[in-house]
Every structure is written in structure tokens, then in C-alpha cells.
């Protein structure tokens, strides 16, 4: 099971570009990268998944380097409403993987 | 996307009673689901992994005769807190395997008293 280990906490203001790195060193080869998003008292949400280079959807960028031993979710231009927690993991394609959480980062937007 | 949900969104039940907490995969069916339990401020830890028509795997030291788990269906998925205590309120969050995927629930917040 690989490992995550991101930032604890992040601060940032409206408008700016966030980046939090997170690193898993043991990923496997079979392994792909997803982001989630946790506001208090909500499940988990998907924001994106990469394997490797860049990702893009429509309100992230994953950026993954090529050892694909760390990883980069990159959240354009930030609100107050992006507060949360960001919780990297990674796992195989198939649903049947177990996922162990890590601390996640918890971002906090000023206004 | 694939929705998932739970059922009861909130709970409060005495110290001593039990209480089920039902995942429920609305548009695809899931031959695994796992339940995960938040404390406030921490991490998502996973408890168990529940697989349609055999029994759960527990991870370590969660005790599964407090909580059962219950799979009957491609579409179900129930949890069942026994003998709830004060230490036992937590938030409780399932997840739904299409083999692809991971969907996850709203969450269950249980208040024992």
C-alpha cells in the first residue's frame, strides 16, 4: 500500500493559483493518482486522477513527473468556497483497491 | 458520476443500543464497498472492506463483532454499530467499487449519548 505525505496546512488568498505537492515515494506501476476534496461533515469528492505528465479538467491540473514519485494538484485561481481538505491517494485502476487516507492538507482561503 | 448514498445522514442513539447505517449504490452495482470513520479534525481511517455475499475484512483493530457488516446486495451495504458507546460517535463514510472507480457517500454523523 503506498504511502502519501502531504503539507498539514496550507493558507492562501482569493484569486491566487494554489500548488500542494504530495509525495509517495513506494507508488507502483499499476498505481494511479487521485485527488479528493472533503468539506466538514461531507464524503469525499473527486477532483482528478492522472498516471503520469499532466491532467487538466475543469477546475484542476495534476501535474505528475516522470520517476512519478510525487505529485502536484494545482487549483487556479482559489476562492473562499475552495476551503477544505485535499486528500491525495494512490491505487490501482480497478474500484477494489483499499485506500488509506493520509493526513490530507487542509487549505484555507482569505479573503 | 456514480452516486452513492447513506442513510441516515444523522444519528443519535442511547449508550447500549445499536444502530445500522445503510450505503446504498443508486445507479451501478458495486461488489465492494468499504466503511471508513472520521473524528473530527483527523484523517478518513478505513475500517473494513465489504464485499456482496461473503463476509467483510476488517482492518486491524477495529473489532467486527462491534461492527457488522452486512452486504447482501450488489447495491447495499450496511453497517451496524453494536452496543454503541460515547467513544463510538464518530462520522462514518462508506465508499462504492463499480471495479473502477471509488464513489464515495455523504457520511453518517452518529452522536451516542
Known amino acids: 500500500l503506498a504511502k502519501t505525505t502531504q503539507p498539514i496546512s496550507m493558507d492562501s488568498y482569493e484569486g491566487q493559483e494554489v500548488n500542494i505537492t504530495c509525495s509517495h515515494n513506494?507508488?507502483?506501476?499499476?498505481?494511479?493518482i487521485t485527488w479528493y476534496q472533503q468539506f466538514p461533515s461531507q464524503g469525499p469528492r473527486f477532483i482528478i486522477q492522472?498516471?503520469?505528465t499532466k491532467v487538466t479538467n475543469e477546475v484542476a491540473s495534476l501535474f505528475i513527473p516522470a520517476d512519478r514519485k510525487s505529485s502536484t494538484l494545482s487549483l487556479p485561481r482559489v476562492s473562499l468556497s475552495d476551503t477544505a481538505v485535499y486528500y491525495c491517494?494512490?491505487?490501482?485502476?480497478?474500484?477494489?483497491?483499499?485506500?488509506?487516507f493520509g493526513t490530507g492538507t487542509r487549505l484555507k482561503v482569505l479573503a | 458520476g456514480a452516486v452513492v448514498s447513506q442513510h441516515p445522514s444523522w444519528v443519535i442513539c442511547k449508550s447500549g443500543t445499536s444502530v445500522k447505517i445503510e450505503c446504498r449504490s443508486l445507479?451501478?452495482?458495486?461488489?465492494?464497498m468499504f466503511w471508513y470513520r472520521q473524528f473530527p479534525k483527523q484523517s478518513l481511517m478505513l475500517m473494513a472492506t465489504?464485499?456482496?455475499?461473503?463476509?467483510?475484512?476488517?482492518e486491524q483493530g477495529v473489532e467486527k463483532d462491534k461492527f457488522l457488516i452486512n452486504h447482501a446486495s450488489l447495491t447495499l451495504s450496511t453497517l451496524t454499530v453494536t452496543s454503541a458507546h460515547p467513544e463510538d460517535s464518530s462520522f462514518y463514510i462508506c465508499?462504492?467499487?463499480?471495479?473502477?472507480?471509488?464513489?464515495f457517500g455523504p457520511g453518517t454523523r452518529l452522536t451516542v449519548t
Open positions: 465508499s462504492a467499487s463499480d471495479n473502477y472507480e471509488q464513489y
Open positions: 513506494n507508488i507502483a506501476t499499476n498505481d494511479y
Open positions: 492522472g498516471y503520469k
Open positions: 491517494l494512490v491505487g490501482d485502476m480497478g474500484g477494489t483497491y483499499k485506500y488509506i
Open positions: 445507479d451501478f452495482q458495486a461488489t465492494t
Open positions: 465489504s464485499n456482496e455475499g461473503s463476509k467483510a475484512t476488517y
